[in-house]
């Protein structure tokens, strides 16, 4: 499988970092001397994709503008010999970026459909821009190697697992997994429920900011929204509806994970990535 379109969606307004993110957006807030979008640029291209969407929302244009050519400043740092941060700046010439915007916050289904009509590739990855993965491959990196490993169907799905605590599965989209005497990281998915009450959860398994889906998902996306009307549309909405057609996995990652998005999180993926 190879996978060559990503999508981040990265329209959200950040309130928990205001008044910060009035100006900036979150996804511009350093880990050490990078913003946290160009890891995820980085992540991307770790496994071969160079044309990614940004679905952003009025106000965020700081961020596809952060990976345009400076030919000016280029040839300043040339001039004075500063060969390494001049690599730094055009790592990312060959990358193709496209920007969507998302003029109502109507769920991460909804940004998604925003990126519709660009889609042309058969697979692709979604990566949302809170979750950050550390350890010796990152999350795409292992979802990719985890989907290269299963027994394939037609059409498949991949998404990313995270053993949490019961009383916070109230937080996630949790899935259902196939029993499994010999079950590894790789899960075969059954079943999804968006943000259940803990009573109701039918593991405490959650699915954390990176999909790798079928084209087909995003069809299936644009059939809830004929649905859904005022409703927010959800990107679990489509696999659900999708389950009996498709194989779904979730792989349960190796390292550490960093949510971003909010201020603590924020603050621990400084101290230890920074």
């Not at 979008?37 to 009025?58: P, T």
Request: proline residues 5%.
């Amino acid at each position: 499988m190879k996978l060559t379109q990503a999508i981040l969606p990265v329209a959200g307004f950040g309130t928990r970092f205001l008044p910060w993110t009035k100006v900036v957006p979150k996804e511009l807030l350093p880990i050490g001397n990078r913003p946290i979008i160009a890891l995820l640029v980085d992540e991307c291209m770790s496994v071969g994709i160079h044309d990614i969407c940004f679905v952003i929302s009025k106000g965020k244009e700081a961020i596809p503008q952060f990976f345009e050519k400076m030919p000016e400043l280029e040839h300043q740092l040339e001039k004075r010999g500063k060969l390494h941060m001049l690599e730094e700046l055009t790592k990312y010439d060959n990358v193709r970026f496209k920007v969507a915007y998302q003029e109502e916050m109507k769920g991460d289904g909804h940004a998604i459909l925003q990126a519709k009509d660009w889609v042309e590739s058969d697979m692709l990855a979604i990566l949302y821009g809170d979750d950050l993965i550390a350890g010796e491959r990152n999350g795409l990196q292992q979802l990719v190697s985890a989907l290269d490993g299963v027994k394939k169907s037609k059409e498949s799905a991949m998404l990313s697992l995270q053993d949490v605590d019961l009383k916070l599965v109230h937080k996630y989209g949790i899935v259902e997994i196939a029993p499994d005497k010999h079950q590894n990281r790789t899960k075969k998915i059954v079943g999804l429920v968006e943000k259940p009450k803990p009573e109701d959860a039918p593991s405490t398994l959650a699915i954390v900011g990176k999909y790798i889906i079928p084209r087909s998902t995003i069809d299936e996306l644009a059939k809830v929204e004929s649905g859904h009307h005022d409703k927010e549309i959800r990107l679990i909405d489509a696999l659900k509806l999708q389950m009996k057609k498709i194989a779904i996995y979730g792989y349960e990652f190796e390292g550490t994970r960093f949510d971003t998005g909010t201020p603590e999180g924020y603050k621990e993926a400084v101290r230890v990535l920074g």
